[in-house]
């Protein structure tokens, strides 16, 4: 869930890529832009980054069937980008990871019953 190595720093640029790519979109008024420069922010430091990156769809595709500030091909672009990120995770360099990274679990040995007891 937190792959580390090249895939970590892949997962790494995805979420800046995606972070970026909302940061830089120019319609909305100040409300709008705030709520994506935070969610820009926590994708960026990779704090609930499925939930984020979901979002981040959602928010592209309203933006091109009711703002239409967006082209197609762009839409499909930053579809396509959260979508993968939702679907990928936060990887290995995210604040996801320190809260909720590898965990061992370790149960108790079973007890040796008797069948019928």
Sequence with gaps: M???GGPGAG??????????ALLLHPSGGPLT?????????????GVLT????AVC????????LVMGGTPLPEVGIQLLTAGALALL??????LDAR???????????????????
């Design 11 to 20: 997962l790494l640029l995805l979420r800046l890529s995606v972070a970026l």
């Design 2 to 4: 937190f792959p580390e």
């Design 99 to 117: 809260l909720f990274g590898r965990r061992v679990v370790t149960l108790p040995p079973r007890k040796k019953t008797r069948v019928g007891e």
């Design 89 to 94: 995770g936060p990887g290995a360099h995210s």
């Design 50 to 53: 499925p939930l984020l990156a």
């Design 57 to 64: 769809c959602l928010f592209s595709f309203y933006d091109f």
């Design 33 to 45: 832009q705030a709520m994506l420069a935070l969610t820009a922010t926590g994708l960026f430091l």
